[in-house]
Each structure stands twice: as structure tokens, then as C-alpha cells.
């Protein structure tokens, strides 16, 4: 079924027109990102039930003008007046320019957006629309999946969590016309147990653009969950030192957000605060490495029709055949630097300011087999599970927690697990390693990426399984 537009959108939609109308004999440029999105949250344990709003949701609108050179925003929730609205942001604005250039706070400088006449609409698709469908279900449905992990023996909780979003976007300016409904839902198995004298934790999750058919997908997970919970549970600690590792999906899309994802956002290349900057058109990792990033790079929860600036989502080659092509770019960095937007410019909220920030970003498929890759390691593990990561984009340093490792020894699996894992190296030492790439691929979307003053936006990442060296510890 198709996801319903906003009527408040629509309903407001003349007004904001008519703001723009206003704003435009005041500045020489004028456009407004209206935002209407919501969603609920449900989260059933053996101890405690919950349902609540969905964590990003919003309603308001962010006008951006352009005056003396800059770019200067005001955001706002309530449009019911647009000539005393436009002008509210007309005085305001201007007086905090004068304000700015009289306390001689350098302004940063940028060209005047030119835009194509364009008008364009994207209606999304799910089967089994959540707000249909009786929190009394969706909780009860959770709670046979909580109860099932929790009767295993062990295990001190087990929680299972669905959340579902309705995202509807409209950016209007004197030249764009453009509108966007999309819905997406995650969902999330969780075990908590002790053994061997220690108390560990494992999980599973899920998401996509998608609706409460998400539920049916938890089902079958509750096994799996268990069987690395006691794997980790019974693991030792690795042996500090460097290892050839075969890197689960779910790793391999934690190198590829941390090693150049935010490597590459182009905000920082303005800020020189990346060395990514510098390596453009130079060979960063092994031959057989691709890596994208884009809203057309995969369907996920950070797919969309335009990002928060009105810049067309876009399918970005960031690595190709193991050089660095280009970096992803929010639309004033693209504009400062003389470059492309690439659609990735995203806010966490019509109250915050935009960033260069990833979408979908993922490795692609090659042609090896987990099998071949497994069996040409003589002393290694298989990595699977991500829990944390970190970067240092200036310096190209990366650090990586893993849930845990399955040993190799003469290319075989010998039983034996490492927990946890931490993985850590120089980004073009680790990519330059890669020496085999699988034809398997799978997304993660169920997390969400924190910058500037930890603004957070949905992101997904993933790929294939990796080989590669690293060090362990």
C-alpha cells in the first residue's frame, strides 16, 4: 500500500508559498524545508512494557535566505500569518547580520544558490501499514518473541522492540517544488545472560523501508540470539596483535561508516579538518575495493527522494577500484568548495543546522565466497557483531568494537571465540589489505550517527563479508 501524505503539509502548504513570496523581495534567495514526521516506539521485557513516541519525530519549518554574501536560517512551527511571519524573519535576521559584521564575527562566505526550475514527488510503498494494526497486537506479538528468548536457561531478560516512522518532507523554493512520504520500521531481540561467571548481551535487528511486516522477520531470530550469547559468554580474551580477519556484513559496514564515511563528509574539507581532502584521485585501498554512499545506493531507512537542502538524493562512488574519487557534500560545502551536491545534506530536526552527513553507506559485492575466504586463512577469526566505532578523519585512525570473534586455524572454524573485540588500524593500511570481497550483502539500519553538537540522523550502512589484516586487541 502506499504511504499517505500529510495533510498539514498540504494544508499549509499555500501559505508557505505565500511566505516565500514575501521573502523573496527582501532576499536574493528564499526556501523553506517543512517537516511533518512521527511514529511510535513499542518495547516489551520480562520486567517491563513500553510505548511511546518515535525519537525523531517533528512538525515545523526552517527558511533559509541568502543577504551580503551568507546564509542566514530561522526556524518556526506555526505559519498562520505569513506577512507578520515574513516579517518576524525579516527583521530578525537582518539585524543579527548587522549585529554579526558590527562585532566583526566573520561571516562564512558562499556563493548565491542557483536552482533549476523542478517538481518532483515520492510516494513510498508498504505492506502492513502500523497504524493500522492495535498497539495490543504489536505489544502482544512482541511479547511472544521476549517470552521465547527468556525461557532459555540463563538468561536474566529478553527484550524485543519494534519502532516505525511516517516521514513526510516538503521543500519549496521560488524555483522547486518538491514533495516526499516514505515510511520505514526497525526492529530489535535483545538477551541479556550470565555463565562462566560473567553476565554478557547479544542482539539482532532489523529494518527497511517497510511496515509491521517487520514483526514476521523477529520471529525466527530468537535461536540466533541465544547461540552468540553463550558463544560470547564462553569466549576468551584475543591474544593482542595482527590478524587476517574475515569481517562480517554488519563490520564491514561499521569500516566502511568510520573509515570514510565521515572521512569523506565535505563539510570537513572546508574546515580542513580531513585528510581525505588531499588523497582525492589517489589509491586508498586494494584494487577490488568499492565503496558508495548515497540515498540511491540502497533502499533503506536513509533512503529519500531530496535531502533537507532540496538537493536530489544521489548514488555516490566514494572508492573505485581502490582510489578515492570524491567525498559526499551537504549543499553550501559543495557550493564553497566549487564542487556537486551530492543530497547529503541532513538535519536532525527542522531546528538544527544542516551537516554533510551519510546515508546509505556500503561496500559492494565481489565475487569470493565466505567459504574461500574462510578456508584460506591459517590463523585468524571470522569478526561478527558491531558495537561502537570511532574515527579520527584528520589522521586516519580507526577504532572498532566488535561482538565477537570465531577463531581460524588451516582454514577451518575450530569452535573457539574471542569477546569482545577490539579492532583498531590506519584506514589505508586496513583498506589496502582487502583481498577478498564476497557476493553476499546486507544493510543495518536500525542505528543512528551523532555530529556536530551530536546531531543524530537515521543512517544504514553494510556490504559484503570482507578479508582483510588488522590488529586485534
Known amino acids: 500500500m502506499k504511504v499517505e501524505k500529510s495533510n498539514y503539509l498540504l494544508k499549509i502548504k499555500p501559505k508557505i508559498q505565500q511566505l516565500i513570496s514575501l521573502l523573496d523581495?527582501?532576499?536574493?534567495?528564499?526556501?523553506?524545508?517543512?517537516?511533518d514526521v512521527a511514529g511510535t516506539a513499542y518495547r516489551v521485557g520480562q520486567k517491563q512494557t513500553s510505548v511511546g513516541d518515535y525519537r525523531f519525530g517533528e512538525r515545523g519549518f526552517v527558511v533559509r535566505v541568502y543577504l551580503n554574501g551568507t546564509y542566514l536560517e530561522y526556524s518556526f512551527n506555526q505559519c498562520e500569518d505569513a506577512e507578520k511571519l515574513a516579517k518576524t524573519i525579516t527583521k530578525e535576521l537582518k539585524e543579527q547580520l548587522t549585529a554579526m559584521e558590527a562585532l566583526g564575527i566573520a561571516k562564512m562566505e558562499s556563493p548565491l544558490i542557483l536552482e533549476e526550475q523542478m517538481e518532483k514527488e515520492m510516494i513510498g510503498e508498504i505492506e502492513i501499514n502500523p497504524e493500522e494494526v492495535s498497539a495490543e497486537d504489536i505489544l502482544a506479538h512482541l511479547k511472544k518473541v521476549s517470552d521465547k528468548g527468556a525461557s532459555h536457561e540463563g538468561i536474566i531478560e529478553f527484550q524485543a522492540a519494534m519502532q516505525f516512522a511516517h516521514v513526510n518532507k516538503m521543500f519549496l523554493s521560488k524555483n522547486k517544488n518538491l514533495m516526499q512520504s516514505y515510511a520505514f520500521a526497525e526492529g530489535m531481540a535483545a538477551a541479556i545472560g550470565a555463565g562462566n561467571d560473567k553476565t554478557d548481551m547479544a542482539y539482532?535487528?532489523?529494518?527497511?523501508?517497510?511496515?509491521?511486516?517487520?514483526?514476521?522477520?523477529?520471529?525466527?531470530?530468537?535461536?540466533?540470539?541465544?547461540?552468540?550469547?553463550?558463544?560470547?559468554?564462553n569466549a576468551s580474551a584475543v591474544t593482542p596483535g595482527m590478524y587476517d580477519v574475515v569481517v562480517s556484513p554488519e563490520v564491514a559496514g561499521l569500516i566502511a561508516h568510520e573509515a570514510f564515511g565521515h572521512g569523506v563528509e565535505m563539510d570537513m574539507f572546508v574546515k580542513n579538518r580531513a585528510l581525505a581532502k588531499d588523497y582525492i584521485g589517489k589509491p586508498v585501498a586494494s584494487e577490488i575495493t568499492i565503496m558508495k554512499d548515497g540515498a540511491l545506493s540502497a533502499a533503506q531507512v536513509s533512503s529519500y527522494l531530496f535531502d533537507d537542502e532540496g538537493t536530489l538524493g544521489g548514488d555516490t562512488t566514494i572508492i573505485e577500484n581502490g582510489t578515492l574519487k570524491t567525498g559526499i557534500s551537504d549543499l553550501l560545502s559543495a557550493l564553497r568548495l566549487g564542487t556537486t551536491p551530492t543530497g547529503n545534506g541532513k538535519r536532525e530536526s527542522f531546528e538544527r543546522k544542516a551537516y554533510a552527513r551519510m546515508t546509505n553507506t556500503v561496500f559492494t559485492p565481489g565475487t569470493d565466497t565466505v567459504e574461500e575466504m574462510i578456508?584460506?586463512?591459517?590463523?585468524?577469526?571470522?569478526?561478527?557483531?558491531?558495537?561502537?566505532?570511532?574515527?579520527?578523519?584528520?589522521?586516519?585512525?580507526?577504532?572498532?568494537?566488535?561482538?565477537?570473534?570465531?577463531?581460524?586455524?588451516?582454514?577451518?572454524?575450530?569452535?573457539?571465540?574471542?569477546?569482545?573485540?577490539?579492532?583498531?588500524?590506519?584506514?589505508?593500511?586496513?583498506?589496502?589489505?582487502?583481498?577478498?570481497?564476497?557476493?553476499?550483502?546486507?544493510?543495518?539500519?536500525?542505528?543512528?550517527?551523532?555530529?556536530?553538537?551530536?546531531?543524530?540522523?537515521?543512517?544504514?550502512?553494510?556490504?559484503?563479508?570482507?578479508?582483510?589484516?588488522?590488529?586485534?586487541?
Open 25 to 35: 523581495k527582501e532576499f536574493d534567495y528564499v526556501s523553506v524545508l517543512a517537516t
Open 204 to 233: 539482532r535487528s532489523f529494518s527497511g523501508l517497510k511496515g509491521a511486516e517487520i514483526l514476521d522477520e523477529m520471529d525466527s531470530c530468537v535461536e540466533e540470539v541465544i547461540k552468540e550469547l553463550n558463544d560470547k559468554l
Open 375 to 473: 578456508s584460506s586463512i591459517e590463523d585468524g577469526f571470522l569478526l561478527e557483531g558491531m558495537h561502537s566505532g570511532m574515527e579520527d578523519p584528520k589522521h586516519w585512525g580507526i577504532q572498532c568494537s566488535v561482538a565477537i570473534g570465531y577463531e581460524i586455524k588451516n582454514g577451518k572454524l575450530t569452535g573457539k571465540t574471542v569477546a569482545p573485540v577490539t579492532l583498531t588500524g590506519y584506514v589505508p593500511d586496513l583498506l589496502k589489505s582487502i583481498s577478498m570481497v564476497s557476493n553476499d550483502f546486507e544493510l543495518f539500519g536500525s542505528g543512528a550517527c551523532g555530529k556536530g553538537h551530536k546531531e543524530w540522523v537515521k543512517v544504514s550502512d553494510g556490504g559484503p563479508y570482507l578479508k582483510c589484516k588488522v590488529r586485534l586487541g
